[in-house]
């Protein structure tokens, strides 16, 4: 057997393109003739358009056209394609335009044409709108109440959908003959996603073919082709090509279909020239996604030894003014069926209230529910731990699902009927408290109490979920997603032997054109460089879902070595042909088709694809190439999980928190390549980090944006962060035959309650319990003053 | 991200500058640029022209001589905080200047001009008590640090004129200055700012020096802070007490944000000082 390079951490391929600014991003695209465009945003979150006057920003020289919604009002709102399963979601969505009225700052309401992006900018700020401003609210428990300003008709009481799953009354009769209940309210705060690259699209549209071709920074290209033309502008599917060029991040916010993508194509053929649209940074903030923002009121039961029995949640889930294209699914599939966590929870019960609120709209944000719900369970463990004076890792270890319980179902059909496929959690634990010496710690902890400096660790023993399907239970009768969640991959030997893929996911960072070519290179014996990865164009790939919920490699690259097995055994027909050998006789190894106990007669697949191509001596009635198009639904999803541990000091004279140590031990499965699953791992570390001491979201009483760009948004610096240090097991995942699980969430789903448990232990001699993230020096020194008057 | 349209002009010496800005009304002064072309970028000022005086070579460099030491408006921060030769507070306060990126490009004199008061320079240099060389239409003058905060975004500048150096005292054995800083997590710039220089003299402060930024709408000299150091043997009490007196010279126009409260700031005052002191007594030796 050659030397695998299945798990081997070679280089991104990527990276030169990338390092040399070589690489396309959106901005860098030039078309013949191309026009600019610039968006009109409110600057109130909530009021009603009464007119609005465009005769001025036209006037401007260089200006090609001012519009506004009334020029597109043939295009319905766009869709929602998420609505949260089981039960009524209230629905509104956003136009291209608005028309009527708008429910955040930041709302679209009209648009300028010109011939450069300055002109557009100085006629934008031509245009005179006449507002009516209406009551506002911004806090998802308010909105929720009597007498909140309502935002939409269809949805009384501001509620989009009330959802619920696992079992109210045996949980609530759980918790009364608990020997002790924690009570807590916890907030999620809101988070602003903030890739690199903000949003953009360009447009271009050919009367003679009737055709769009749109590039946009799009992680789902094959469906934004689908929403646009099937839902939006009533087209064949055919009529419309979508590319996502290099794509400067997303973490979820460029997964949905926005309505300025839409605007654009539906300009390039108003205009008639190629038109582009790039959002800036203030955009960006206002009027992209933003993620979390949960308040939930949680109860949990437990025995006195440390048994949690039941555990009860209600949360407030703010959806923003409007609902983005997967919004209701989010605080509902992702979030409340992973609230057991990785324990064994015999009763769960959890309520979500959907909220409209005057905010941007909220949708998925890296980790997407399966961080708010890992806040939540892993901030429990550590509020029961306290209460009952245990130490918080024996806690976890009593409630852990035992090894040799999986597959494991958890309690209350909370999971809707699918099971964890596998998991060790013990042994991550343990793995974890051995590499930082924890009972070490525990000592130093105690001396330095004495001194009066406050040291703490915090644990995080996590679950997540990854390549979420398959399709027959997250679909429409099901969870509610109004698609399947197959993936898709072709591949082709061509006659020099080169291999070519092509796949439906859409990376934008994750590294696919070298993971892919690995799962290739090692399945087919052949040279890593001879595979060469194509993607992100809806011309030339087969349609997929795209890149998120770390299920590129979970259902995509499964969908590749499926591909591959039939590429194989093709192979193997063709070989034997050519050996003059039986079909039973051969077999397929390190890239050869060989006789049975006789490696050296053998053909290799270079030949063997030679001769597909070539086509004269092929077995009777076979086709020519070796070609072969998969589509993998899987049929469980995929349950990474590990424990991170967090080493903190608090300095008690300002409430500043110092990371001195950070430990992450992972389990993701089965792993391609582990240099590019540690970079995703310490990115991910850093966007938890930063909710639990750094980023938020906030909105002041009137719902103007005050954390509105990155002087008041705290995105983490690298100078914040400690080097992070990372250990692994490795559990396959018995749900695909690669054995792999996903690795793209995980961090940032882990880091946030190690940070904030670890801050919470450095405070207990204090008696502090829980403060709300993030943790900011102030909240911290506030709680300490409250608290311990600073020792 | 799209500033206004604007004309934009390359000086080549001082006197073509302020000749340059005496001929367009309302221009402005583009050195290292980091604080207007994002202002401009926002559509937050919009100046009409820009007079580029980063080509200037007389702006440029640190110059010691008889005990003075004469940094040009161009210098920036990255350089400060490399030099060997300013006093070492300011070197450090220059370090802690937004990103590498920033101090790369961003100047002394660009920094001091703008006024913000977030700002780090100013607040050490007023420490230090500097004085600012300016040049204008009708001559040179000198103006001291103090004297040329007059308020938020506010200086003692006028019309037409340029800073071109920052002239600072050596630092003498005995002396020490420190800057210690609570950082806003975004911007980078200071919540709290407190540049301390003392000198000490057989145990005991003789002279001391003490100024906050970050708090109030300009810097803000901490006397009652200075004078309970003076005459006094600084150790972890004295100091401590010391710091406390910061109290009496905040007014009650402290600045609050998201980041940090009024209240807290406030709080935060006496911890800062007490570090900067501290650390300046250990310099001073």
Known sequence: MATRIFGSSIKRREDPKLITGEAQYLEDIQLHGMVHAAVLRSPYAHANIRSINVEEA?????????FTGKDFEELPALPCAWQAGGVDNNANTPR????????????????????????????????????EPLPVVVDAEEASQKGAPQLHENAPGNICMDWACGQEEG???????????????????????TPLEPRGAIAQYSPASEEYTVW????????????????????????????????GGGFGSKIFLYPEYCLVAALAKKVGRPIKWMETRGENYVATTHGRDHISDIEVGVKRDGTVTAL????????????????PGIPTTLYGRMLSGVYKIPNIYCQVLGVYTNTAMVDAYRGAGRPEATYLVERVMDLVANELKMDPSELRRKNFIPADAFPYEPADDILAGL?????????????ALEVTDYKAFRQEQEKARESGRYLGVGFSSYIEVCGVAPSAWVGVGGQGWGAGLWESANVRVHLTGQVVVTTGTQPHGQGHETTVAQVVADELGIPFEDVIVQHSDTLGTPFGYGTYGSRSAAVGAVAVYNSLQRIKDKAKLIGAHMLEASIDDVIYEDGKVHVKGAPTESKTIQEIAGQAALAYDLPEGMEAFLDDTAYYDPPNCTFPFGTHMCMVEVDRHTGQVDIQRYVAVDDVGRVINPMIVDGQVHGGIAQGVAQALWEHGVYDESGQLVSGSLLDYAIPKASFLPSFELDRTETPSPVNPLGVKGAGEAGTIASTPAVVNAVMDALSPLGITHIDMPLTAERVWQAVQQNGNGG | MYPFNFEYHKASSVSEAISLLNQHDGAKVLAGGHSLIPAMKLRLSDPGVLIDIGKIDDLHGINASKGAVTIGGLTTHSDLAASIVVPIGL?????????????????????VVHADPAADLPTMLVALRASFHISGPTGNRTVSAEDFFTGMFETDLEDGEILTAVEVADEQSGTGSAYSKLFNPASGYAMVGVAAVVTVASGKCTEASVVLGGLTPSVMVASSVADSLVGVKLEETSIAAAAEAVQNDLGSDVLGDIHASADYRRAMAPVYVRRAVAAAVERAG
């Open chain 1, 58 to 66: 036209k006037a401007v020289d260089g200006v090609i056209g001012v």
């Open chain 1, 96 to 131: 291209v335009l608005e028309i009527e009225r708008v429910t955040f700052t930041g709302a679209a309401v009209a648009v300028v044409v010109a011939e450069n992006r300055y002109i557009a900018q100085d006629a934008v700020g031509l245009i005179e709108v006449d507002y």
């Open chain 1, 171 to 193: 949980t609530e009769a759980a918790l009364e003959e608990a020997d002790v209940v924690v009570k807590q309210r916890i907030k999620n705060q809101r988070l602003i996603p």
């Open chain 1, 216 to 247: 946009m920074t799009s992680q789902a290209p094959h469906v934004m082709r689908l929403l646009m033309t099937a839902f939006v502008f009533g087209i064949p599917e055919t009529k419309m090509r979508v590319i996502s060029p290099h794509v």
């Open chain 1, 312 to 327: 009860k949640v209600k949360t407030y889930a703010n959806l923003g003014g409007i609902l983005s294209t997967i919004a």
């Open chain 1, 419 to 431: 099971k964890y496929d596998s998991g060790n959690y013990e042994a991550v634990l343990d793995r």
């Open chain 2, 91 to 111: 070197s450090e306060t220059a370090g802690t200047v937004g990103d590498q990126q920033v101090r790369n490009r961003g100047t002394i004199g660009g920094s």
